[in-house]
């Protein structure tokens, strides 16, 4: 079967940015707002059947307001030059305010019931399945400011704080390289550049690298000045709210302690030393002395495996089939119904993601999909966001609204069934190399360029609650936080000072601390796959089951539940850990037999 490589959006609303259904689904939720706003006023001050059905409500229009927003992101998405879709963003920007205003005022009722009377409204059938994510509500809400500052918070943040990640936005998005092809100079994304560094010829590389590198370099007082005023905003929202570390607010989010959070960082700046052999010989093979940044995804050897889209998608869906069923068909449908983008063309914004589709019960996918290797993971790790959302389609929303550290398990365990099906199958010693610097490169991503970014943020709060930072200063702290991760493991000279400028994660309003959560989810999917290994097929459905509960629960919890460990304790961590770098060994012997190196 052949697959297109462009998703469908006319299924969720037809017409794109000018689309009549998306205009009228809008407007059925702007009067619903407005209802709602003047409801508020008359519900009853003790818990009721009234606090109930408005609860749900609430519930209904958030689901609805994502469903909109989710739309607009994936025309952003598909074209960055849209500027009726960045309109409709901007709308559901101030919808999303006002929504979030009538969020606080209910957690002002919340915190006037007592305990006895709250406890007794979620017990009813229609709020007991949604009672973890109000509990949760509740008790943060006795952490914030009293009412009226926190809806003036949320109204200012309308056109400060979210605003500066939209002029990100639309500065990343209209970023813009000349790239020469046969005698042909052509305008190229940074998406496409970025794809570039995967090439295997070193003046490839080295050349997308320092012009990505100049395209940011050239806005670079624009992106600072929007990182300054947004952590500017964070700063003091946090301060006239006495929570006492930048943390408080992912850590919530993620459902994560910050002891758990430590204990895991804490084995992996003891582990990653464990990378520098890897580091080492990856550098011999490609003939430097030490690897580069623009060389860390470089393929090692000449049988670097290419797909097409239409070699990529069975493959995927085959490799799925090994572990489950389910899962199998899930990925076959997502290709055929065209829930996937991954053309590769001009004006398309950078990077991946999936995202979700609650009204429709769909999901979307995107990316732009190069042909190598490392684009089949990167798929593989989107439709297991996109797996996830599945299996919680038929619960109530607030039940469904996981933390990015357990999304990011279902993605990354479908890579390692993606890689190690791979590994596994590989007889030629080329084609074994290639696929051991994936599976490496993957933990060096994680456990150092991702603690890298973890370090930079930790640091610039601490810097910028004395006063903005300047471009040179945001590019000190960025190779200086990179040099710690790596430990030291790459060319002085060629780190990548202007990181902080180039990666989105830093600029998403709506989750700080884009970064943590990815090395969870990492570490955490090892620990289900070492599970599936030693139990085999049955485990598929204690699988499913505990991302079913993902919305519902601590992550602490849900490792405690399902899989018997404490996430406090460094024992599980040090065992992720120590399988993730597994490989080095082997890598290095493969490495040094073909460079003559061996010793």
């Known amino acids: 079967m052949t697959y297109k490589e462009t998703w469908d959006l006319d299924a969720i609303f037809a017409g794109g940015s000018s689309s009549q259904e998306l205009a009228a689904f809008t407007k059925k939720m702007n009067d619903d707002l407005d209802r709602l706003r003047k409801r508020i006023d008359s519900l009853s001050p003790k818990p009721g059947d009234d606090w109930k059905s408005f609860i749900l409500d609430v519930q209904d229009l958030n689901a609805r307001f994502f469903q909109a927003s989710s739309f607009t992101e994936c ?27 009538i969020d606080v005022r209910l957690e002002d009722l919340f915190l006037r019931a007592d305990d006895a009377g709250w406890n007794q409204l979620l017990q009813s059938k229609e709020l007991a399945p949604i009672a973890f994510a109000l509990n949760e509500q509740r008790a943060l809400a006795k952490k914030k400011m009293d009412r009226e500052k926190e809806i003036l918070t949320t109204e200012l943040a309308k056109d400060g704080y979210h605003a500066w990640g939209r002029l990100y936005d639309k500065i990343a998005g209209s970023l813009r390289a000349d790239w020469k092809t046969d005698g042909k100079t052509e305008k ?28 940011w370099t050239s806005v670079a007082d624009y992106t600072a000045a929007a990182l300054n005023a947004q952590a500017g905003f964070r700063l003091t929202m946090y301060d006239k709210r006495k929570w006492d570390s930048v943390l408080f607010e992912p850590l919530q989010m993620n459902r994560l302690s910050r ?3 430590d204990t895991m960082w804490g084995v992996v700046a003891d582990g990653s030393e464990k990378l520098l052999p ?14 580069t940044w623009y060389d860390k995804s470089a393929p090692v050897a000449s049988k670097e495996r290419a797909l097409d889209y239409n070699e990529a998608a069975p493959y995927i869906v085959d490799q799925f089939a090994r572990f489950s069923g389910d899962m199998a068909d899930f990925a076959k449908m997502a290709f055929e119904k065209r ?22 019960e769909e999901t979307r996918i995107f990316m732009t999909y190069g042909g190598t290797f490392g684009g089949v993971s990167t798929l593989a790790h989107e439709l297991g966001h996109s797996y996830h959302t599945w299996l919680l389609r038929k619960k109530p929303y607030y039940a469904t609204m996981y933390p990015m550290t357990l999304a990011e398990t279902a993605s990354t365990f479908c890579e ?27 933990a060096a991503t994680m456990m150092m360029n ?58 998403i309003t709506t989750y700080p601390f884009y970064n943590f959560p990815y090395v969870f989810g990492y570490l955490f999917s090892i620990g289900l796959y070492d599970r599936a290994l030693n139990e085999g097929p049955s485990f598929a459905a204690k699988y499913d089951a505990l991302l079913e509960d993902t919305g519902i629960m601590t992550c602490e919890d849900l490792a405690k539940k399902h899989l018997g460990i404490d996430l406090t304790k460094p024992d599980f961590w040090e065992a992720s850990v120590g399988r993730a770098t597994g490989h080095v060994e082997d890598f290095v012997k493969l490495a040094q037999q073909k460079t003559g190196a061996a010793r």
């Open 416 to 442: 390692s069934l993606i890689l190690d099906a791979a590994l596994d199958a590989a007889t030629d010693e080329e084609e074994r190399l290639t696929l051991l610097d994936k599976k490496l490169d993957e």
């Open 75 to 101: 025309l952003e998405a598909q074209n960055t030059s849209d500027k009726e879709a960045s309109q409709l963003t901007g709308r559901l920007d101030a919808f999303r305010a006002t929504l979030k205003t």
């Open 188 to 215: 190229i994304s940074m998406g496409q550049l970025h794809n570039k560094m995967e090439s295997p010829e070193a003046g490839v590389r080295k050349e997308a690298f320092e012009k990505l590198e100049g395209a």
């Open 259 to 261: 002891k758990a959070l």
């Open 339 to 360: 829930w996937i983008e991954v053309e590769d063309r001009a004006g398309k914004g950078a990077g991946g993601f999936c995202t979700d589709f609650p009204v429709s």
């Open 278 to 291: 890897y580091l080492d010989e990856k550098a011999r093979l490609l003939g430097r002395k030490k690897l």
């Open 450 to 507: 991702l603690r890298s970014r973890f370090v930079f943020e930790m640091n610039f709060f601490k810097e910028r609650a004395n006063g903005p930072l300047s471009v040179d200063k945001l590019n000190t702290l960025m190779v200086d936080a990179q040099k710690e991760a790596y430990c030291n493991g790459l060319d002085d000279d060629a780190y990548h000072p202007y990181f902080w400028a180039s990666k989105l994660h830093f600029y």
